[in-house]
């Protein structure tokens, strides 16, 4: 079935640790993105990728990276440099780029909690 | 950036009741979604209704878009317990799609 994978689902990081968070999707989507959730929250945009080796900061990027070398892939990497990283992480990905935005499709969260 | 607020914050019905939620937002759209979160899960996308649009259903969803007054209203009929959820309103304009906090729906059996 094509949809989204997270992985891993739940991740348990010491401060000063680097984390990756991975994004997979089969959906032949052109555009994916980042989203961090906290408890009772909104979403918030960490970073969003239009087309393969491109990718654009979002509202709260300060402490996060990111990667787009392939279609399928846009990982996530929580620094160290991110103060306060204890969050849901949601992926989604979209046929179309946001300007002319269908719906989102998104994976199950991946939840980090730094120990 | 715009947001999408929704309200209430949260709603307690009983089954077979209708939930309406509502949804303001600041600035121009090319359209506005919907989408739902079970508790610990990704979002699922409900309806999608463009700015020049008004109206808009889906099986027991009913959408509506008032553009002069930037908002938005979601309208679940008959409520079900398997209904309850989170459910968020998202705009879309010239920036990337931007969530508001969301409506926590409780439907009592």
């Known amino acids: 079935d094509g949809g989204i994978t997270q992985s891993p689902k739940y991740l348990f990081r010491k401060e000063g640790q680097n984390v990756t968070l991975s994004c997979e999707q089969n959906?032949?989507?052109?555009?994916m993105y980042w989203y961090r959730q906290d408890p009772g929250q909104g979403l918030r945009l960490i970073y969003y990728?239009?087309?393969?080796?491109?990718?654009q900061k979002g509202d709260i990027a300060e402490g996060y990276s990111v990667s787009r070398e392939k279609k399928e892939s846009f990982p996530l990497t929580v620094t160290s440099a991110q103060k306060n990283p204890t969050a849901f992480y949601l992926c989604?990905?979209?046929?179309?780029?946001?300007?002319?935005?269908?719906?989102?499709?998104f994976g199950e969260g991946s939840r980090l909690t730094v120990l | 950036s715009q947001q999408g607020e929704e309200d209430p914050q949260a709603l307690s019905i009983q089954e077979g009741e209708n939930a309406t939620m509502n949804c303001s937002y600041k600035?121009?759209?090319?359209?506005l979604q919907w989408y739902r979160q079970n508790s610990g899960r990704g979002l699922v996308h409900l309806i999608l209704?463009?700015?020049?649009?008004r109206e808009k259903h889906s099986g027991r969803l009913r959408v509506t878009l008032d553009t002069s007054k930037k908002s938005s209203s979601l309208l679940i009929t008959a409520s079900r317990a398997a209904d309850t959820a989170s459910y968020f309103c998202?705009?879309?304009?010239?920036?990337?799609?931007?969530f508001g906090k969301g409506t926590r729906l409780s439907v009592i059996a």
């Open positions: 989604a990905s979209s046929m179309v780029p946001l300007e002319g935005a269908g719906e989102l499709f």
């Open positions: 959906l032949n989507h052109d555009a």
């Open positions: 990728s239009q087309i393969v080796n491109d990718f």
């Open positions: 600035t121009s759209i090319n359209n």
């Open positions: 209704i463009r700015s020049n649009e």
């Open positions: 998202a705009t879309v304009g010239n920036t990337p799609l931007v």
